[in-house]
């Protein structure tokens, strides 16, 4: 298989609670989507991927399931969610949605059941032990808000796993009802048409755990399972996970039989959205070279997501302890500003000091490193943070459409809506929504239309190669240029403040009338290459040569 969708995939990801809402009821709902759908087709974009979709107590904005076979009756049901998926194909984009099975909510009936009675056929769904675990008070993953990892359960008289938040079980992956169950969920929806998912949590997914070993082994092996399982269901079906771990362990997660990706096809670089933070705040490449060395080389199929923003805080956890320090010194020096001792919860345009250049340039980077691109809504737009919101809800506020009452989100009454819409400053909604940008072809929304554009016009972005050029440069300075079958993009990113120069003088003779295809301003034609020029914080996608 050559042609792979989601090698060329513009993804967009979407709350439907946020987005926009049909029935004046304050909560985004499928119809409303729908009626958006235009709008991200013009955007560009390929592939809708939606935050969970399901009914649930909404405790974890919906990352707590209840049921896996419905959508919450706040968005809808099953026939607008079929509706949905038949308007996005009309439009040329798939829809992917978040598959959260590392855990159910407690209110679950599957929890509910298994902690009634020893004799429930759910009992060991879940993860249970009788004695108190010695490793009760480790691996939270939301410190501050989250005490321990294992809770006693009164009625069961038991403690149990939970690796997020104590309303959210962990389901037990040894055991083979469970992993046929997961399957089954994937099967429906697959049969309703989305086009694959993105998986929650995935090394918890495959975490064995044992009462007392922080270090339980992982079941790698239900990966592969699953894997083969949807693709037999339904042959362009995709995986794209979430799994924030150590760079050597990256590859057991994508799989490799005989050189091919037999496991996940997609992981979100989280390796690479924090040294992306860590370049960004110190106007100085060298962070994403490394990252770019560092990456390891994939089996065939295997593809990153790239991202800067997505619905959880900015994870800075993997950088040391300094470099963590001068991101939030540069990008959230409040303490409100921080969250868990590793992240921001702040969206872009606000950590770039809402500076134009800064934003074009950290997105047309983000967009043209190697993977396939995901954007946040409300990104394209520059949108602002809420900090009187608590924790991760500062960055979920709604999307911001127009001057109307609730930034057009809604008809509610403003105290009615499922949170509030961002008002006042540069970033209320009076000042920043869809309708203005959209009638201004100088706006963020409008370069992000043409930047889209561009990049579907550099398909070696996504299917072929990305290398640094290693060459002399002033140092706010990045070159990197993407090989495929199609031919070969030169790309210059600058970082820093001031302007800076690089001789490509000897990729010539690669050349075919090289020329820029997107750049923060007018350039003198491109020539030898041998005296590049680029503003400060300013950018250049050079066309190298086009192959037939
Ligand atoms: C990761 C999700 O991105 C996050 O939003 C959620 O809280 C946890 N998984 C638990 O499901």
Not at 291 to 306: F, M, N
Not at 323 to 346: S, W
Not at 350 to 365: K, P, Q, S, V
Request: hydrophobic residues 35%; contains cysteine; glycine residues 8%.
């Amino acid at each position: 298989m050559s042609d792979r969708w989601y090698q060329k995939a513009v993804i967009y990801c979407a709350d439907i609670d946020t987005f926009a809402d049909s029935n004046g009821d304050g909560v985004g709902d499928i119809k409303g989507l729908i009626g958006r759908l235009d709008y991200l087709a013009r955007l560009g974009i390929t592939c809708l991927w939606l935050n969970p979709i399901h009914p649930t107590p909404d405790r974890d904005d919906g990352y707590d399931v209840a049921d896996f076979y419905n959508v919450d009756p706040r968005f809808g049901n099953l026939g607008d969610f079929a509706d949905l998926l038949h308007q996005a194909r009309d439009r040329g984009i798939r829809v992917i949605i978040d598959l959260v099975v590392n855990h159910t909510s407690d209110q679950h009936p599957w929890f509910q059941s298994a902690r009634s009675s020893p004799d429930s056929p759910y009992r060991d769904w879940y993860v249970w032990s009788d004695a108190e675990p010695e490793d009760r008070h480790q691996g939270m993953v939301f410190p501050g808000e989250q005490a321990e990892t294992w809770s006693y359960d009164r009625t069961a008289k038991k403690w149990f796993y939970h690796r997020f938040y104590k309303f959210q079980p962990d389901l037990n992956i040894n055991n083979p009802e469970v992993r046929e169950e997961i399957k089954k969920i994937c099967a429906f929806w697959l049969q309703l048409g989305v086009s694959g998912f993105r998986m929650d949590a995935v090394p918890f997914i495959v975490e064995q755990t044992e009462p007392g070993n922080p270090d339980s082994p992982k079941d790698m092996e239900f990966l592969s399972e699953l894997r083969q399982y949807i693709q037999w269901r339904q042959g362009d079906a995709v995986l794209l996970a979430e799994a924030n771990v150590e760079p050597e362990q990256l590859k057991e997660f994508f799989g490799d039989a005989g050189g091919s990706a037999n496991r996940i096809h997609m992981l979100f670089d989280f390796m690479l959205n924090s040294r992306l933070m860590l370049s960004l705040a110190r106007g100085n490449p060298e962070a994403i070279i490394d990252a770019l060395r560092d990456t390891p080389k994939l089996p065939v199929g295997g593809q990153w997501a790239t991202f800067l923003r997505n619905h959880d805080e900015v994870d800075l956890s993997r950088l040391t302890a300094e470099q963590r320090a001068e991101v939030f010194a540069e990008f959230g020096p409040d303490e409100n500003m921080q969250l868990y001792g590793r992240g921001i919860r702040r969206r872009l345009a606000t950590m770039l000091g809402n500076d134009r250049r800064r934003i074009e340039l950290a997105y047309a980077l983000q967009f043209s490193l190697r993977g396939t691109p995901v954007l946040r809504y409300g990104e394209e737009l520059g949108m602002g943070e809420d900090l009187t919101q608590d924790g991760r809800n500062a960055i979920r506020t709604p999307m911001q459409w127009s001057l109307a009452a609730n930034g057009g989100f809604s008809t509610a009454a403003a105290d009615q809506l499922v949170r509030p819409v961002i008002t006042g400053g540069d970033y209320g909604y009076e000042r920043l929504n869809v309708t203005l940008q959209r009638h201004d072809t100088k706006s963020l929304l409008s370069w992000f239309e043409r930047m889209i554009r561009t990049l579907k016009e550099a398909p070696e972005v996504g299917t072929g190669s990305c290398t640094h050029v290693d060459v002399p440069a002033s140092t706010g300075l990045l070159v990197h240029r993407a090989d495929g079958a199609t031919g070969t993009v030169l790309f210059l990113h600058n970082l820093a403040p001031e302007a800076g120069e690089v001789d490509l003088g000897s990729l010539y003779p690669e050349a075919d009338f090289p020329n820029d295809v997107l750049a923060d301003q007018e350039y003198p034609e491109p020539g030898k290459l041998d005296k590049l020029t680029v503003g400060g914080y300013g950018y250049r996608w050079i066309r190298l040569c086009r192959k037939p």
